[in-house]
């Protein structure tokens, strides 16, 4: 049985464990091992996690199959004044790909926005990242390119995508 729960602050160090699963696999086949880890730990470490959820106000989702965590979602409402969600994670653990988990949480992302009279939801995937299919399937379509600096010499070289949900 699948279910969705809202994290907590309870829930920092099981974020950080499944973004650790999830998050090297993801970006090891086309980003360089050095470039991966920064990443992660920037993104990833708890103290970052938390500050993500107290400071930013993203919200994050835990998506359970019969009790057993296997990936999460973590967004923030009203990210412009467009009434714009920004979905700034996802994450399914990789050998339950497939499976449905990352639709589900995509669709419980979109209707908590739609919920709360946001209009669109806008994420970045990497350019190689095979994700970009899986965003496609669920009807977002690409804004823009975008490299971003994210220090240390490294870039994200993303898609900015977008979906229209109300």
């Known amino acids: 049985m699948i279910s969705i729960k809202t994290a907590t602050k309870a829930d920092i160090s099981l974020l950080n464990q499944l973004g650790e699963q999830a998050f090297y696999p993801t970006y090891l086949p086309f ?10 730990h920037k993104m990833y470490d708890e103290t970052s996690l938390l500050q993500q959820m107290k400071v930013r106000g ?4 835990i998506i359970y199959e019969d009790g057993k965590p296997l990936g999460f979602a973590a ?3 009203d990210f412009d004044k467009d009434k714009t969600t920004k979905l700034h994670k996802l994450y399914v653990l990789p050998d339950t790909q497939s499976k449905g988990l990352g639709k589900a949480l995509m669709q419980a992302v979109e209707q908590n926005a739609l919920a709360a009279g946001q209009k669109k ?11 970009q299919g899986f965003y496609a399937r669920l009807g977002y379509v690409i804004l823009r390119e975008d490299d971003i600096d ?14 229209i949900i109300g």
């Open 121 to 131: 939801v806008l994420l970045n995937v990497n350019r190689y990242n095979k994700a």
């Open 31 to 40: 980003i360089s091992k050095e470039q991966v880890e920064y990443m992660f």
């Open 58 to 61: 993203d919200i994050f989702l």
């Open 75 to 77: 967004y923030q409402m």
């Open 150 to 163: 994210i220090g240390n010499g490294f870039y994200m070289n993303d898609y900015e995508m977008i979906k």
